[in-house]
């Protein structure tokens, strides 16, 4: 069974930065053979869906994001470790929100059939 954990949450004051981690473990038809797997972070406000911020190809390592906040937020991953990151700079009170850690078997390139999920942390930012 996969299982994926992020780590990286906390709170920091509007313009402030922070990194989140996400580690993926177990086995199963997710990792596959050949890594063409995708990785991406959601966030989710209560009362609101969830909304996708930014994917990466575990493989390829192209990466895709919202434009709520390209230019702002970088993902990255280190495919050996099944780790994937997102860097987020110049942070806003609009970006508060739990920030889920997701995985799809199919290459990146929407916010649909991710079917794999963290628990999630928590991101809270502040004036």
């Known amino acids: 069974q996969v299982r994926l954990v992020e780590s990286g949450g906390g709170s920091v004051q509007t313009g402030g930065s922070l990194r989140l981690s996400c580690v993926g473990s177990?086995?199963?038809?997710?990792?596959?053979?050949?890594?063409?797997?995708?990785m991406g972070w959601f966030r989710q406000v209560p009362g609101k869906e969830r909304e996708g911020v930014a994917g990466i190809g575990m493989r390829s390592g192209v990466p895709y994001y919202s434009d709520l906040v390209k230019g702002r937020f970088t993902i990255s991953r280190v495919s050996a470790n099944r780790t994937v990151f997102l860097e987020m700079n110049r942070l806003e009170s609009e970006d508060t929100a739990t920030y889920y850690c997701?995985?799809?078997?199919?290459?990146?390139?929407?916010?649909?059939?991710?079917?794999?999920w963290g628990q999630g942390t928590q991101v809270t930012v502040s004036s």
């Open positions: 997701a995985a799809r078997t199919s290459a990146c390139g929407s916010w649909s059939g991710y079917n794999t």
């Open positions: 177990g086995s199963g038809p997710l990792f596959g053979r050949d890594g063409s797997y995708c």
